[in-house]
T-cell receptor
Framework: GQNIDQPTEMTATEGAIVQINCTYQ??????LFWYQQHAGEAPTFLSYNVLDGLEEKGRFSSFLSRSKGYSYLLLKELQMKDSASYLC?????????????FGSGTQLTVLP | GAVVSQHPSWVICKSGTSVKIECRSLDFQATTMFWYRQFPKQSLMLMAT?????????EQGVEKDKFLINHASLTLSTLTVTSAHPEDSSFYIC????????????FGSGTRLTVV
């Protein structure tokens, strides 16, 4: 089966750094995605990791450890607009089209 | 590039009626489209995987006769909620995977369905 865990809620202050963790146990692995979703809107792509290590993209970075079944999304220099739900999603197997399995999402609130 | 248009953005319908939601890939061909449902403060739950020219694959617990999916072309998939009930009220989102792409998933803007 598929099991993806991430914290339900987090709160941080504008300008700070926050790390959102995600652990997964899936049947096969072929990539982990992070999405940002504002209330009432569709998810927007943030990052994709398939190999171990850190991927940096501006204020956002994502880390993956396949042996530990662990990833985190790091948000630096937080802005108010970063208040949103952050979804961790795993692509469970290789090959042709495979659906993503999503975690429950972490609701991040950025305070002034 | 890689834009997916979903229509309508929101719809209110009466109990017992049917509602059709369209998902179009505007600038690429999508061999596979996924339909998700999201209840308030919950994550996306996959309902079905739609492949062009073949029958959709439904997830366990999703009634295929209630949620009709048609993927007649490489750019269009439709989800029809038949005989809608208030418990079907939810946010429905489609996602398209580009033909030949290993990981490119593009989401539609979502449809807020309210059944009264």
């Amino acid at each position: 089966g598929q099991n993806i865990d991430q914290p339900t809620e987090m709160t941080a202050t504008e300008g700070a750094i926050v790390q959102i963790n995600c652990t997964y146990q899936t049947s096969g692995f072929n990539g982990l995605f992070w999405y940002q979703q504002h209330a009432g809107e569709a998810p927007t792509f943030l990052s994709y990791n398939v190999l171990d290590g850190l991927e940096e993209k501006g204020r956002f970075s994502s880390f993956l450890s396949r042996s530990k079944g662990y990833s985190y999304l790091l948000l630096k220099e937080l802005q108010m607009k970063d208040s949103a739900s952050y979804l961790c999603a795993v692509r469970p197997s290789s090959g042709s089209a495979r659906q993503l399995t999503f975690g429950s999402g972490t609701q991040l609130t950025v305070l002034p | 590039g890689a834009v997916v248009s979903q229509h309508p953005s929101w719809v209110i319908c009466k109990s017992g009626t049917s509602v059709k939601i369209e998902c179009r890939s505007l600038d690429f061909q999508a061999t596979t489209m996924f339909w998700y449902r999201q209840f308030p403060k919950q994550s996306l739950m996959l309902m079905a995987t739609s492949n062009e020219g073949s029958k959709a694959t439904y997830e366990q617990g999703v009634e295929k006769d209630k949620f009709l999916i048609n993927h007649a072309s490489l750019t269009l998939s439709t989800l029809t909620v038949t005989s809608a009930h208030p418990e079907d009220s939810s946010f429905y989102i489609c996602s398209a995977q580009r033909a030949g792409s290993n990981y490119g998933y593009t989401f539609g803007s979502g449809t807020r369905l309210t059944v009264v």
